[in-house]
């Protein structure tokens, strides 16, 4: 099975702050890499396909990067609805797997 | 508009059975790849199975496979996953998912329904 590590685990920021999470796999998995953003008590909503594609709607704020094992997730410029738990995920095999997640939080 | 409706969840002792639904619509739902995606209380997010399309391909993760089935209903629009000898750590939200595929078995989760509650306790 493909190991998804995210860091940090969490992370405090302010308003306007530029924060970036990153993503690394146990082995390449080329660019098939999605990242999500889960609010409390909502379902996950992905924000990015294949390392660098924005989903329909997401700000472009958001924004990724990288290949094989090493990812990162940027945001440009942190707004108060950007406060949520991130967690980027693997397609390139089954099982599918997800990262432990990273909290971002208000400083 | 792509809609995803579980429903199912509830209260079921160890060892017992719980059979979920998900009824979609706003997307033609035969073409789609379908999955379900849990969540254990506080914890982070676990894929449990894939259905291809045309239901001739199934995969499951290790922790569910020989006890979860999943199976859907193309003229419904309705996903399902049999739960069978369920134990605590079965405990979780359930999300419905519908998959994009990007190439031979390598999909992502583009849309999810709002989650049902499994709780497995005595």
């Not at chain 1, 530029?18 to 889960?38: D, E, K, M």
């Not at chain 2, 059979?19 to 789609?32: D, H, K, Q, V």
């Not at chain 2, 399309?53 to 496979?65: E, Q």
């Not at chain 2, 134990?87 to 849309?111: M, Q, S």
Request: proline fraction near 4%; hydrophobic fraction near 30%; charged fraction near 15%.
């Amino acid at each position: 099975d493909i190991q998804m590590t995210q860091s940090p685990s969490s992370l405090s920021a302010s308003v306007g702050d530029r924060v970036t999470i990153t993503c690394r796999a146990s082995q390449s998995i080329s660019n098939y890499l999605n990242w999500f953003q889960q609010k409390p008590g909502k379902a996950p909503k992905l924000l990015i396909y294949v390392v660098s594609s924005l989903q329909s709607g997401v700000p472009s704020r958001f924004s990724g990067s990288g290949s094989g094992t090493d990812f990162t997730l940027t945001i440009s410029s942190l707004q108060p609805e950007d406060f949520a738990t991130y967690y980027c995920q693997q397609s390139y095999s089954t099982p599918i797997t997800f990262g432990q997640g990273t909290r971002l939080q208000i400083k | 508009e792509v809609q995803l409706l579980e429903s199912g969840g509830g209260l079921v002792q160890p060892g017992g059975s719980l059979r979920l639904s998900c009824a979609a619509s706003g997307f033609t739902f035969r073409n789609y790849a379908m999955s379900w995606v849990r969540q254990a209380p506080g914890k982070g997010l676990e894929w449990v199975s894939l259905i291809s399309g045309s239901a001739d391909r199934t995969y499951y993760a290790d922790s569910v496979k020989g006890r979860f089935t999943i199976s859907r209903d193309n003229s419904k629009d309705t996903l399902f996953l049999q739960m069978n000898t369920l134990r605590a750590e079965d405990t979780a939200v359930y999300y419905c998912t519908k998959l994009w595929k990007l190439g031979p078995e390598k999909y992502y989760f583009d849309y999810w329904g709002h989650g049902t509650l499994v709780t497995v306790s005595s």
